[in-house]
């Protein structure tokens, strides 16, 4: 099987977990477009979601399916998101796609996070994967510079020669060479410099199921 397959897999898996009359949260990235896909041929099972980015609003809006503000809505019964690494408690980097914040918040009213996502996403230790850090412009250089101290080598992320902007205007820079072996410790951390919006860490509020696609089918992980 491909790699999209599997990430196809799990995002039909996925559907079991949205039960008639939700309104759910959506993640970003590919898994979750395939996800969106698939909710698409029963859009009608669910009063509607709530988009981690103006991405995936799009997405949800061109198969019918109702966007809700987050204001509006007051819990989640499910949080639907792929990850760039998931270890074996639940504890994810998340961000590739640039939508970390916007995913943290929409996860936080969620009474469960299902985690989707193809088997090369597990991993033992997080931090082979560059984390992203999402930062306010002005403290670019300043937060790099924590980083570094931190043991990460900081990259700011670019998009056609300028510096990449999320939908909340803000920029990311990609922390690597990290082996991060205590993950709630170290988000706190990084969560704590001036300048931080938010990091790509999900370890203090992980995921609660995992669908792994592996070639011998989606593998349920609970946590
Ligand atoms: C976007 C994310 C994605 O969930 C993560 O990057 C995984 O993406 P994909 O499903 O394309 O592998 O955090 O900000």
Known sequence: MTQDELKQAVARAALDYVAEGDIIGVGTGSTANFFIDELGKQSHRIKGAVASSEATATRLKSHGITVFDLNEVERLSVYIDGADE????????????GALTREKIVASVADRFICIADASKLVDVLGKFPLPVEVIPMAVAAVGRRLA????????????????????????????????????????????IPGVVSVGLFARKG????????????????F
């Open 86 to 97: 998931i270890n074996s408690r639940g504890a994810m980097i998340k961000g590739g796609g």
């Open 149 to 192: 101290a931190l043991g990460a080598v900081p990259t700011l992320r670019m998009k056609d020669g300028s510096p990449y902007l999320t939908d909340n205007g803000c920029q990311i820079i990609d922390a690597s060479g990290l082996q991060i072996t205590d993950p709630s410790t170290f988000e706190v951390k990084v969560n704590d």
């Open 207 to 222: 995921a609660d199921v995992c669908l792994l696609g592996t070639a011998g089918g989606v593998k349920t992980l609970m």
